[in-house]
């Protein structure tokens, strides 16, 4: 059988953490035998730090798995949260004083980012995250200056939010607008396959 596995925001989050402890399961997915768990997960919040990515890794290294992270640009649900500790659920660079840059959030698998703009209609950009970006200080500050790019969207959310335009907010996070956007990408994304995109990841 093939495993496939796929939610949106919560369930994003769920689908994740359920792959990798399937794919880890000798019994859900044998040794020797060609079979994967595939994760499908649209606007999904962040699941865990480093070392959660780098279990990830690894199944995906062993052909156990594959995962494919559909997030809006201007969803603020895919930026949060930073760090475990409720203090800094806001704040990156509390986050990175209190517990270093390996206590933040990470995300996983094969990412597609989608971005709609008035004048270019909807972009789409492919990516995968560095296997090796958690390794010393430098790298740690180098994540947070990632992460702190990323709080720019989360900031704009934030103040529509105050400004209370909820609509807009729950817009970005919809599963009309994500449908909206693939359909937009649709021609793109058919050209290439999962296996294709993890045999290259960008």
Same mark, same amino acid.
């Given at each position: 059988?093939?495993?496939?596995? &796929? %939610?949106?925001?919560?369930?994003?989050?769920?689908?994740?953490? *359920?792959?990798?402890?399937?794919?880890?399961? $000798? /019994?859900?997915?044998?040794?020797?035998?060609?079979?994967?768990?595939?994760? =499908?997960?649209?606007?999904?919040?962040? *699941?865990? @730090?480093?070392?959660?990515?780098?279990?990830?890794?690894?199944?995906?290294?062993?052909?156990?798995?594959?995962?494919?992270?559909?997030? @809006?640009?201007? !969803?603020?649900?895919?930026?949060?949260?930073?760090?475990?500790?409720?203090?800094?659920?806001?704040? +990156?660079?509390?986050?990175?004083?209190? %517990?270093?840059?390996? @206590?933040? =959030?990470?995300?996983?698998?094969?990412?597609?980012? #989608?971005?709609?703009? $008035?004048?270019?209609?909807?972009?789409?950009?492919?990516?995968?995250?560095?296997?090796?970006? *958690?390794?010393?200080?430098?790298? =740690?500050?180098?994540?947070?200056?990632? &992460?702190?790019?990323?709080?720019? =969207?989360?900031?704009?959310?934030?103040?529509?939010?105050?400004? /209370? $335009?909820?609509? &807009?907010?729950?817009?970005?996070?919809?599963? !009309?607008?994500?449908?909206?956007?693939?359909?937009?990408?649709? $021609?793109?994304? @058919?050209?290439? &396959? #999962?296996?294709?995109?993890?045999?290259? +990841?960008?």
């Amino acid at each position: 059988y093939a495993l496939y596995v &796929t %939610g949106h925001s919560l369930g994003g989050a769920l689908a994740t953490i *359920c792959g990798v402890y399937a794919a880890a399961d $000798d /019994t859900m997915v044998p040794k020797g035998i060609a079979s994967k768990v595939v994760v =499908y997960s649209i606007a999904s919040p962040y *699941c865990g @730090n480093w070392k959660f990515r780098q279990v990830h890794y690894e199944l995906e290294r062993q052909g156990r798995l594959q995962h494919l992270r559909i997030a @809006n640009q201007e !969803d603020m649900v895919t930026l949060l949260p930073f760090a475990a500790p409720k203090a800094t659920f806001l704040s +990156p660079a509390l986050a990175a004083v209190r %517990g270093g840059g390996g @206590n933040l =959030y990470k995300h996983v698998g094969m990412q597609l980012k #989608l971005h709609a703009s $008035d004048k270019q209609g909807v972009q789409h950009k492919l990516s995968y995250p560095k296997e090796h970006d *958690c390794e010393d200080e430098k790298d =740690y500050r180098r994540e947070l200056g990632h &992460t702190l790019q990323s709080g720019k =969207y989360l900031l704009q959310a934030v103040c529509r939010l105050l400004k /209370t $335009d909820f609509a &807009t907010v729950e817009k970005h996070h919809s599963c !009309d607008e994500y449908e909206r956007r693939l359909e937009a990408v649709r $021609d793109h994304l @058919n050209s290439k &396959t #999962l296996d294709d995109l993890y045999e290259s +990841p960008a």
